[in-house]
């Protein structure tokens, strides 16, 4: 029987509508490829909904599938390395074959294979199914759950996670069988694991320092209770703190700042670690409480930031200042409640300030959180300390139009000298875009300056506390609360209006995102430098009050940096030295200068 080609034209459009057009069009293919699919039909995709989404989610960069009549092959494209030639294909009689044929290119027939039907039935009834309102939010609010997990804060990627109980009620133990611990899942402590190498990586001073160090020991017969943000950079200084010898328990001092993985890798690793993301209240203290009040081990050091730690030690167990040799505290609001309690002439033991160290580097504002454009956005900095510079230069780099808040005359000069316009909160709320908080203060944002401001605003703290924005005035009946994503929250208003909140107005850059790893590198080698010099120091070397780290190790720090650079400095000459009044080897600036 001899084909004429709008018979065969005729053939292939039967097939293509029997099929469903999983077929591409010739024009689809490429010119060497043959039209001709495989023997069994084994070549064709699945043409199932819910498996196209599930490849285009675990693949951002695959094409969406090719719909009939459009010129791209996508998804369903067969792959012609596993097809057959034309040629080797068996010919036979195309009518025993229902008058279906192929022709090939060099102008010969040959038959078409017999195809098996796709069933369909089941996904139009699931097409069918339309989600209740109550289900399109349950799927709204998994798919955003489901998206920010590659993208958390904090830290962590593995913040989210099918098993609600909490790890208060777990029974966990790592491979050697050791269990004093509380963490989210111990499973996860190979990922862990992988953070922390990375990490070490960026953290030289801290690596040179541990193997400097190490034959020494200078901690040991320390035991150090720390309540820190417990992310792989904190996991890299707790174990240089264990080469040196010392003995560590652990608390995070941010309910939403741990990263879980991290957390299951110190304790896969022997450390004493209790915290998890998500933290409730009432987990949080309860987490610093089991660090502290364990049978047979009393701390002799405090690392604390943000104080929480040295406030329930005062709270609950006093007498244990007897045997505590010092406290190193990293954050504003830590170091401000020591010269407090310093000032009321409560503080029972020597306390390092490393907050005001000259190393230790101002936060950043970091984007990722909301992924908006910061290029022309008018943005109020409510506070212009070291950690309100930081971010006013951040957002200048970005673009935005910088607004800044001071109740000093000295940095609100210098936030003037360094072309930032210096207003009041009132003056401004209704028109910018963002609100930082930047002072360690309570209610610098309150209901208030909420209600005025304008739709979409964004609103975050950079400071350790959750004081600063009044969010207590936000939990009321009239306001809707909306999880967008991990630490984003929109509030709003019975008119519509909405807010952006982050980290439900704690602590911005660690619970939301994180500080880049060089930087906590300077940090936490200053707070191991401190708790060395604290513990080892002569008897009546640091009375009972605050300290600066000594000026030379300030510059010890930053000479262990410095070869990551290539940076070669430039020695002193004896004369030079001499017409200066210097050491050669340094203190190269007095103690007040920062």
């Not at 010739?26 to 599930?54: F, I, M, Q, W, Y």
């Not at 208030?448 to 950079?462: F, Q, S, W």
């Not at 939301?512 to 604290?534: D, G, W, Y």
């Amino acid at each position: 029987i001899r084909l004429t080609p709008m018979s065969v034209q005729v053939v292939a459009a039967k097939m293509a509508e029997v099929e469903l057009k999983d077929v591409p069009t010739g024009k689809d293919l490429p010119a060497e490829s043959p039209v001709t699919p495989t023997s069994e039909g084994k070549n064709l995709p699945r043409n199932d909904p819910h498996e196209a989404g599930s490849a285009a989610a675990a693949s951002p960069t695959a094409e969406p599938s090719a719909k009939a009549g459009e010129g791209g092959t996508g998804l369903l494209t067969p792959n012609p390395a596993k097809m057959p030639q034309a040629s080797s294909m068996k010919r036979s009689d195309p009518q025993q074959n229902g008058g279906e044929a192929f022709v090939n290119r060099d102008g010969t027939v040959a038959e078409a294979p017999r195809m098996k039907k796709i069933q369909f039935a089941d996904q139009k009834q699931e097409f069918n199914k339309r989600p209740s309102k109550i289900g399109r939010r349950s799927l709204s609010r998994s798919i955003s759950q489901s998206s920010t997990d590659s993208y958390s804060s904090a830290a962590s990627y593995t913040d989210s996670s099918d098993d609600e109980t909490s790890p208060r009620d777990k029974q966990q133990k790592n491979s050697k069988g050791n269990g004093d611990f509380c963490i989210k899942n111990i499973k996860q402590a190979d990922f862990g694991r992988r953070e922390i190498e990375i990490a070490e990586q960026e953290m030289p001073a801290l690596m040179a320092l541990r193997k400097r160090a190490q034959g020494e020991k200078p901690l040991a017969g320390a035991k150090i209770v720390g309540c820190t943000h417990i992310t792989a950079q904190t996991a890299v200084l707790m174990e240089t703190l264990s080469a040196l010898g010392a003995q560590c328990r652990w608390a995070a001092c941010n309910i939403y700042s741990t990263q879980n993985e991290v957390a299951a890798a110190l304790a896969e690793g022997g450390f004493s670690v209790f915290a998890w993301k998500g933290e409730s209240e009432d987990d949080f203290w309860w987490c610093i409480d089991r660090c502290v009040n364990v049978e047979g081990w009393q701390p002799n050091m405090i690392l604390d930031d943000g104080g929480d730690l040295t406030h329930w030690i005062y709270k609950k167990y006093p007498s244990m200042f007897k045997k505590i040799k010092g406290i190193v505290e990293e954050s504003v609001t830590g170091v401000h409640r020591l010269y407090q309690l310093s000032k009321a002439g409560k503080l029972c033991v020597p306390a390092m300030n490393v907050n005001d160290s000259v190393n230790t580097p101002a936060s950043t504002l970091l984007k990722r959180t909301t992924d908006v454009m910061f290029g022309g956005k008018q943005v109020v900095v409510c506070g212009y300390g070291e950690v309100g510079k930081g971010c006013c230069a951040a957002l200048k780099a970005m673009g935005s139009i910088v607004y800044v808040t001071e109740i000093d005359p000295i940095c609100a000069l210098q936030a003037c000298m360094d072309g930032f316009r210096l207003v009041k909160l009132t003056e401004v709320i209704r028109q910018v875009d963002i609100v930082i908080t930047c002072t360690g203060n309570k209610n610098v944002v309150v209901r208030e300056n909420l209600d005025r401001m304008k739709n979409g605003c964004i609103v975050c703290n950079m400071g350790h506390s959750n004081t600063e924005i009044d969010v207590s005035s936000l939990r009321t009946p009239e306001l809707t609360w909306e999880r967008v994503r991990s630490q984003v929250d929109h509030v709003i208003w019975p008119d519509g209006k909405r807010i952006v909140l982050l980290a439900e107005g704690r602590l911005l850059n660690l619970s939301c995102s994180t500080v880049p790893t060089f930087v906590l590198s300077i940090t936490a080698t200053t707070q191991a430098l401190a708790l060395i010099e604290l513990y080892n120091a002569p008897e009546g070397r640091y009375k009972q009050d605050v300290y600066l780290l000594p000026k030379k190790m300030d510059e010890y720090v930053a000479s262990l940096h410095l070869p990551t650079f290539d940076a070669h400095l430039t020695e002193l000459s004896d004369e030079q030295a001499k017409y200066l009044g210097l050491n050669k080897n340094g203190p190269f600036k007095p103690n007040y200068y920062r």
